[in-house]
């Protein structure tokens, strides 16, 4: 009988631990989404700005290319879109000699960053169908910042020019329209800024490290919302549309790009909630956009201004992103058990400051989290040791019993009454921790900071499943020895599965990242080491009370 629920719980908290997220992760909750308007302000009078106009392919001008101390752009011309951007600071899941890309319109991809300009009262204002001009064709960082002008042509005397600003050792891009208004009218203004992604799953990705890929938004009203492909396939999605403050986002393992109308510490775009419309679609073509539509301040004629919002497209480090926006930690995909990942990553990051190192950081986690659960562990292995005990005396209670299951299974509980042992005693402290030991897989799962780190000797990258398979192979004996510290099963065929189970999941950890084999051998030795320990007590404590 406690063979079978340790199977179940072994089972259970492995189903959990895989396949929740996946599968049974409870949706974004619905929020009242206020009403999409591109008008102006009330008794402005003037008419809504128009949509962006799509169509089935991006179309191409000349290429820019920019060159920082952490990553390669390249902006298209026809539109001033950001294109393409390789991390240099970040090599490729399969090949790390190469930079990783994360914005690209290469090789049947798309994922690109796009803005522009909207006016009923002047349909010609630059948006990402415009042709731009710039002064030279090549950028390099040489200080602290490299600015990168485009001129759009001027039409009906209104002059806009697109900038964006590359800082040193940021992925904060500033993307800054500068407009004049020569044109002998007021001119009501509204800017988009939009992702274009394509539905493919990252490079890299595998099913033993899948997170959340697709369009995101967080808000003061509507807090962090997730909104999937599928959903926007249906038709089903769901997120609150007007805010004045918060970012929109896509989101992938590792990595970001998102728009943000508030800085952590700077001043809202939006003067009001109607002035911010979050616009998050599947298009026409096949694409999937994720933007804000802003409505701007009326330009007076001969009045110049100059609007301004930051973009981030680079990796989920918690250090850096933190910094950026409210809510932004959400990107880091920790799902359902957000509450337990976040602080046992914050305490691994604190770790890694001592030791330097994210191997070492995550077996000092470990050992400091089995620390903290020690007395329900304890108690876990105090029943199954006691119940270990008492495997001869079942096993003579079986012969004796027979084929009558009811029989044996009354005896069995009235002998557990009569040695005070509770037969649950050995899974429920340990059911306690099930979300915190998944919510440490998560913390190390989505944790970009792993991503190509290296721990010693063969594992020079904690993301990716060790090389030779030693860690899996470690685990898969420490679990077979942790079978003759448990009570042994009295149904043969649950004493095979327990020495089947060892093996299989063995197996299916060679596929699991090294950091996260790390944990689970680390834990395994731990708990054999108590289990042990708690065994010896009991046996000497029996002992003792035979001889008195």
């Not at 191409?60 to 991390?87: P, Y």
């Not at 790009?257 to 998050?280: F, H, N, Q, R």
């Not at 691994?348 to 329900?376: C, D, E, Q, R, S």
Request: hydrophobic share 45%; net charge neutral; with cysteine.
């Amino acid at each position: 009988m406690d063979s079978k629920r340790l199977i179940v719980f072994i089972v259970l908290s492995l189903a959990i631990l895989l396949g929740w997220q996946e599968f049974f992760a409870p949706p974004p909750p619905a929020k009242p989404a206020a009403v999409a308007t591109a008008t102006r302000a009330a008794g402005d009078g003037t008419p809504a700005a128009p949509q962006p106009a799509e169509s089935s392919r991006l179309d191409k001008g000349q290429r820019i290319v920019v060159n920082t101390d952490v990553l390669r752009a390249e902006i298209d011309t026809m539109g001033g879109d950001l294109r393409t951007l390789d991390l240099t600071q970040h090599g490729q899941t399969t090949d790390s000699t190469k930079d990783f890309e994360l914005l690209t319109d290469k090789g049947g991809r798309v994922y690109v960053a796009q803005t522009g300009l909207l006016s009923a009262a002047d349909p010609q204002l630059p948006t990402h169908k415009t042709l731009f001009t710039a002064e030279k064709t090549d950028y390099t960082l040489a200080g602290d910042k490299v600015e990168v002008k485009l001129t759009a042509p001027e039409v009906n005397g209104v002059k806009v020019s697109k900038v964006y600003t590359f800082s040193k050792g940021s992925y904060l891009i500033d993307v800054r329209y500068d407009v004049s208004n020569a044109s002998g009218k007021p001119l009501p203004l509204s800017a988009y800024y939009r992702l274009l992604r394509d539905n493919q799953s990252p490079e890299g990705e595998s099913y033993f490290a899948h997170t959340f890929t697709g369009p995101a938004l967080y808000t003061s009203e509507g807090k962090f919302q997730k909104v999937s492909f599928e959903d926007l396939d249906k038709n089903k999605a769901s997120y609150v549309k007007n805010s004045p403050d918060g970012w929109v986002a896509m989101v992938q393992h590792y990595f970001f790009s998102g728009w943000i109308t508030k800085p952590l510490e700077g001043k809202a775009i939006c003067a009001k909630a109607e002035d911010c419309t979050y616009d998050i679609k599947k298009l026409p073509n096949g694409l999937y956009s994720a933007g804000v539509l802003v409505n701007l301040p009326t330009l007076a004629n001969g009045a110049s201004e100059s609007i301004s919002v930051p973009l981030y497209a680079g990796p989920e480090e918690y250090a850096t992103i933190t910094k950026l926006a409210d809510g932004m930690n959400y990107v880091k995909d920790y799902g359902w058990v957000y509450i337990f990942a976040s602080p046992l990553f914050w305490l691994l990051t604190k770790l890694h400051t001592l030791v330097g190192n994210w191997g070492w950081a995550i077996v000092l986690l470990t050992i400091l989290v089995k620390a903290v659960f020690y007395p329900l562990t304890a108690a876990s292995y105090r029943s199954m040791a006691k119940m270990k005990a008492l495997a001869p005396r079942l096993e003579t209670m079986k012969a004796q019993y027979g084929d009558d299951r009811m029989k044996f299974q009354q005896a069995v509980m009235e002998m557990y009454k009569q040695e005070k042992i509770n037969p649950l005693g050995g899974c429920l402290p340990i059911l306690i921790q099930i979300p915190v030991f998944i919510g440490l897989y998560w913390a190390l799962l989505a944790s970009v900071e792993l991503r190509q780190a290296p721990w010693i000797l063969w594992i020079h990258d904690l993301a990716k499943p060790d090389p030779y398979y030693v860690l899996p192979a470690i685990m898969a004996i420490t679990m077979f020895i942790q079978t003759f510290l448990n009570p042994p099963p009295t149904d043969p065929v649950q004493a095979k599965m327990m020495k089947i189970m060892p093996v299989a999941f063995s197996v299916m950890f060679f596929f699991f990242p090294a950091g996260l084999v790390l944990y689970w051998v680390v834990n395994n030795v731990l708990s054999m080491a108590q289990q042990y320990y708690i065994n010896r007590q009991i046996e000497n404590a029996r002992k003792a009370a035979l001889q008195s």
